[in-house]
């Protein structure tokens, strides 16, 4: 099977049962994805089974049918994963000669959409603002910006967003009262947008303090920075902490590591990756690489089960370390004892690589004499005060 029908088997569009849809496309020879949210983001393999959506948190794992096509898919996010079954194949772009007809097909039809707006405006306004439909108030909104009438846009669009909340639907409101942290969060969104903010901080202060949901503690910090209530979204981030929400001990500890607070920071990069923050865990796989190979692995290790990426990566490094550590002590070879010192110049102590250099020069390996070399002579022009640019 060719790459192009690899690609092709994996191309579809994939729903779920609410409705959800996932589109992967198949452009240029990549696969993109697009989703309400994400829009067209390219998709590429890892290595591990896995697909990584560029530009986002996301990734993806594809279930093969014995026929080799796709059949379903697994949408894996750092708070929750979802699955979705294939619906229809979607097949390479269209050519450029579809596109151009395709261009002037929509052009054709935007000038006659300009002209009903332009005609149907000023009822849709009135229906509007008697209490219309979302959908009405939306349409009319569109219609006075394409029309250049902005204020006119600005009040429609506030409009709509009281009607949208008047009719926000029973189920949610009472999946909120039930304990859904996600429709709460949904909730305290609509009061946002009628300007309740109030009513909105109270949902967010249960989601966050009560249910310990993560999202609406970090959508609530971020609303009390919006509203220049930063002492405020640092206490957020930091109660919510003691309450077992990870994404707060996270954030807390990154304040404190911004003041210089490096230990106290440490306590809570560690409270985070326990309550399963794998950004914590690699954060602390960093700070102990210095000091704790092992105790960095360990972290490293947790924080790749988490689908951290540059876990993974300085993760397969450190355990190249060990491999190679084992054979310069071992084995006395030259290669690995060079290897084990190219580790420690970019993650460690220079002096203790500099030792490691010698070692493996004295065990024959030329490419780290070089090294050696060098660096004695940069220490002897150091000391006689010449320019060492040159060298």
């Known amino acids: 099977m060719s790459s192009d029908e690899r690609l092709k ?21 990549s696969l993109h994805l697009k989703t309400n949210e994400i ?7 890892r290595g591990d089974g896995l697909y990584d959506v560029e530009n986002t948190k996301a990734k993806i ?16 996010l750092p708070d929750r994963q979802t699955v979705a079954t294939r619906d229809m194949p979607v097949l390479k772009e269209k050519s450029i000669g579809e596109k151009f007809k395709e261009l002037g097909i929509a052009a054709i039809v935007f000038f ?4 009903v707006f332009f005609i149907s405006y000023s009822p849709m306004k009135s229906a509007c603002l008697n209490g219309g439909s979302p959908i009405i108030c939306r349409t009319a909104s569109i219609s006075a910006r394409i029309l ?3 204020e006119d846009s600005q009040s429609l669009a506030a409009q709509e967003s009281r009607q949208s909340y008047n009719q926000t639907s029973e189920e949610i409101k009472e999946s909120c009262q039930s304990g859904d942290p996600r429709a709460c969060l949904d909730q305290a969104k609509s009061y946002i947008r009628i300007n309740d903010i109030k009513e909105a901080k109270k949902l967010l202060e249960n989601g966050c303090f009560t249910i310990k949901h993560g999202p609406s503690c970090q959508y609530w910090r971020d609303l009390s920075v919006e509203q220049g209530e930063v002492e405020q979204a640092d206490q957020i981030m930091k109660k919510s902490c003691e309450f077992g929400v990870s994404i707060g001990c996270y954030e807390w500890a990154w304040k404190l590591k911004k003041k210089g607070a490096s230990g106290e920071s440490t306590t809570f990069f560690d409270k985070a990756c326990e309550l399963g923050e794998e950004k914590s865990c690699y954060e602390l796989g960093l ?22 990426r540059q876990a993974c990566d300085l993760k397969e490094k450190v355990e190249k370390y060990f491999e190679h550590k084992g054979k310069c002590e071992k084995q006395s070879d030259g290669q690995s004892c060079f290897l084990m010192a190219s580790f420690e110049q970019d993650y460690g102590q220079k002096t203790l690589a500099f030792e490691q250099y010698k070692k493996a020069c004295d065990m024959g390996y030329r490419l780290a004499c070089n090294i050696v070399e ?7 022009m150091k000391e006689r005060g010449n320019r060492i640019d040159t060298i």
Not at 61 to 76: E, L, R
Not at 112 to 115: E, H, T
Not at 374 to 380: G, Q
């Open 39 to 45: 829009h067209g983001e390219k998709i590429k393999a």
């Open 287 to 308: 700070h102990h690489l210095k000091f704790n190979r092992q105790r960095s692995l360990d972290y490293l290790t947790k924080s790749c089960k988490g689908y951290h």
């Open 61 to 76: 794992k594809f279930h093969m049918g014995p026929n080799g096509i796709a059949h379903s898919i697994t949408f894996y």
């Open 112 to 115: 006659a959409l300009l002209g």
């Open 9 to 29: 088997a994996l191309a579809g569009v994939y729903k779920q049962n609410d409705g959800n849809t996932f589109v992967i496309l198949l452009q240029s020879n």
């Open 374 to 380: 060098r660096k004695i002579k940069i220490d002897e």
């Open 148 to 150: 250049g009438r902005i």
